[in-house]
C-alpha cells in the first residue's frame, strides 16, 4: 500500500493553482494556528481510524503533499511517521517524501529536523528561477531561496532530492527555459519534474490570461520547451520516465509509480482519495466536514465500486503517460481484447506520424506523442471504452498481472 497526506494549507496563493488549500498568511507560524492544530488532531484520529482497519499492511511510500507540507513543524510530521510505524508495517526502505516550498526551508536547520523527523526525499517546488515569473504566478519565494534550499537541504543529508519546474509561464521564452534548465542541472538533484502550465478555471491566472493582463508563450514555443527541455534533461543524465518526470537512474518517484502501476492507495486529509480493494472514495475538501465525517468513522461510505472494465481502463491511461507503455499482452490477457487489431487505422496513423512506438510487446508515446499526450489519450480511452463494451465478457479481476 502506499499512502497520501493531504496538507491544505499555504502561506499565499498562487495564482494558477487550483488544489486545494488555506492561505495562512505571511508570518503566520502554522504552529500557532488553530485550524493547524485542529487539522493535526483530525489527521490523527484518521489514522487511528485507518490503522483499526488495515493495521499491519506493508507501507511501501508515504508522500506528504499539498498545500505545503513543509509549513508543518517538523515535529508534527515525525509523531504521525511515528504513529504510522506503530500501526502500519512501515519498513526501513519506504520512500517518505515532503514537498516543501523554498521559502519553508529559509531557516538553516529546518531541512535537517525533516530529516530527523524521518523524512528521505524532499520535492522542492520551485517552478522558475526568474523573480518576475515568480512574481507573476504569484510565488512567496525568490530564485535565491530556491538555490539555498536545494543546498541546504543536501547538506542535512538527503540524498534523494526533487526540483518541481514549470514551463509554459507568462513572459517565459523558449532560451529563458532553457537557460533555466541548465541552472537546475547545475543544482545538482537526483529527480527533476517540468509541468507545462495548464491554465485552471477559475484561478487568478486564468482571469488575468482572460482580461489581456498576462500572456501565455505561444503553443509552438510551447512545444518546443517541452521537446528540447527533454532532450537536454535527457542529455544531462536525467531518464524521461514519465511526461512530466525526469530522474537519475534509479530515482524514479516510487510513489508516483505506485499510482501508475495501479497499486492501492490510502489518502488521508481533507481531498485525499483512497482506492483499496477495488473501491474508491474521496474525503471532503472542507476541513470541517472532513472532520465530522474523520469523527463519525464514515469516511468510505459512500465509496465507488470499480468493475474490472474501469480499472482497466484507467491502467491503460496510467500506463501510456510512462515511458515503459502498456504492456499489450497483459491487456489481451484481462480484456480478452487485441488493442492493436481493434484500432488498426488509429494505430497506423499515430505510428506513421511518429507519435507511439510497439517495441518488445509495449505500446508507449514517443516524445512527439508525450507533447499531444491529452489528444492521444483521450482518442485511445474512447476506442478501448467501445471495445469493453462490445458485448464480450466483462475484463478479468486481475490487475496485478499488468
Ligand atoms: S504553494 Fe502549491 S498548493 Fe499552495 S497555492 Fe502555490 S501551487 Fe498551490
Redesign the pocket.
Known sequence: MIVYIHVPF?RT??SY?A?Q?TALGRGVEAAGSPLVRDYVDTLLLELAHWADRFGGAEIQTVFWG???PSLLPPRIVGIVLDRLASRFNLGARAEITLEA?PESLRSATRAAEFRAAGVNRLSI?IQTLNENMLRAIG?AHKGKDSLHAAFVAREAGFANINLDMMWGLPGQGIRQWLQTLKDVVRMNPDHISAYGLTLEPGTALELAVGEGRAALPPERDQSIMFMEGSAFLEASGYLHYEISNFARMGFQCRHNLGYWEGQDYLGMGPSATSTIAGRRWTNPSDQRAWANRVSAARLDDNAEKLTPGARALETLMLRLRTARGLRLKSWKDITGRDLLSGNKKLIQAMHENKLIRIRNGYLSLTRGGMLVSNTILLNLFERADAMLQSGAPEPAEAARAW
Open positions: 499555504c496563493r498562487c493553482c488544489f488549500s499539498g498545500g505545503t516550498n517546488g510565488r
